[in-house]
């Protein structure tokens, strides 16, 4: 019996995986075809921001956006633009992220960051030029009714901007080499991870004519998966392998960054992510087997290696 369960479970990890790799297969060929070739002026920074999209990224947001759509199956709305607008917000976030003044990281994905390989100004007007290309793709790029798309660039902005994920960053920043309480904890997660999480869940819906019901359901899901999202990459920055994460390693601790294992453990912590992710997929059960792909995201969210 025990030997059947293994062979289950790493059944569906294979399934999971092939439709990551199915999904990311269309994402980046969209990115490929929207975003500006290198050879167009001005060359250096578009040679920059095609630079930072073609790292080697998970995909996992964009994913998420597909799958969220694949569970409200409507064949007819392609939210291939949103799911590439999310993308291009995270992509950029990444390039601040590692700047001097805020991280000062020198690898990412395995490569050297983008302001390592282009210098400082580049790298920030690279990220600032995705950013709004972002939004460009949802206006251009996205099928669907117009208030469906205002809706979903509402969502993106508020997610990513102060009250999301720049919000969680300055709180992420001001935080460092403090004691702080566990609420504040929780807001720095929400905040600069989660909030952009939730936001790509509720786009591939909203862009797919969800219900009422079916909103709630999935935005439930991306409130819980987002947070378990980033509790397992502060496990990874303690336990992952710097030549499978693409980055280096013990960051955090080394910038003494307000984190779960730091506050309450690795024990602790790796149990709430798998809660987390659990309460996700229960909030999943008013859907039939078309939001399988969701669910066993959520799971994989919370082992993966990178």
Request: net charge neutral.
């Amino acid at each position: 019996m025990e030997v059947l369960r293994v062979s289950l479970r790493r059944r569906i990890e294979l399934d999971v995986e092939e439709y990551i790799r199915d999904k990311t297969v269309l994402i980046d060929k969209a990115l490929d075809a929207f975003l500006p070739g290198e050879d167009e002026f001005p060359q250096t920074l578009h040679k920059a921001m095609r630079y930072s999209v073609f790292t080697g990224g998970k995909r996992l947001r964009p994913i998420m956006v597909m799958a969220a759509a694949d569970a409200i199956g409507n064949e007819s709305a392609d939210v291939t633009g949103v799911a590439c607008a999310v993308e291009l917000i995270h992509t950029y976030s990444l390039i601040h992220d590692d700047l001097p003044a805020m991280d000062n990281d020198d690898l990412r994905r395995g490569k050297p960051t983008c302001h390592k390989a282009f210098g400082e100004a580049t790298a920030i007007l690279a990220g600032d030029a995705l950013l709004t290309l972002a939004f460009d793709m949802i206006a251009c790029k996205t099928s669907g009714r117009s208030f469906h798309k205002i809706m979903s660039i509402k969502e993106l902005t508020r997610a990513a901007g102060s009250f999301g994920m720049v919000g969680g960053q300055v709180v992420d920043i001001e935080s460092e080499g403090r004691d702080i309480t566990f609420p504040v904890l929780e807001f720095i997660h929400i905040h600069k991870t989660g909030l952009l999480i939730r936001a790509a869940v509720r786009c591939g819906a909203i862009i797919s004519g969800a219900d009422g019901k079916e909103l709630e359901a999935l935005t439930k899901y991306g409130d819980a998966v987002g947070l378990a999202f980033q509790i397992a990459d502060d496990i990874l920055d303690v336990e992952g392998v710097t030549k499978l994460m693409g980055k280096n390693i013990g960051g955090d601790a080394r910038k003494g960054k307000a984190t779960y294992p730091a506050i309450i453990g690795m024990k602790d912590s790796r149990k709430r992510a798998e809660e987390l992710a659990e309460k996700g997929v229960s909030a999943l059960e008013v859907f039939d087997g078309k939001a399988e792909p969701l669910k066993e995201i959520a799971r994989y969210i919370v082992k993966r290696k990178r």
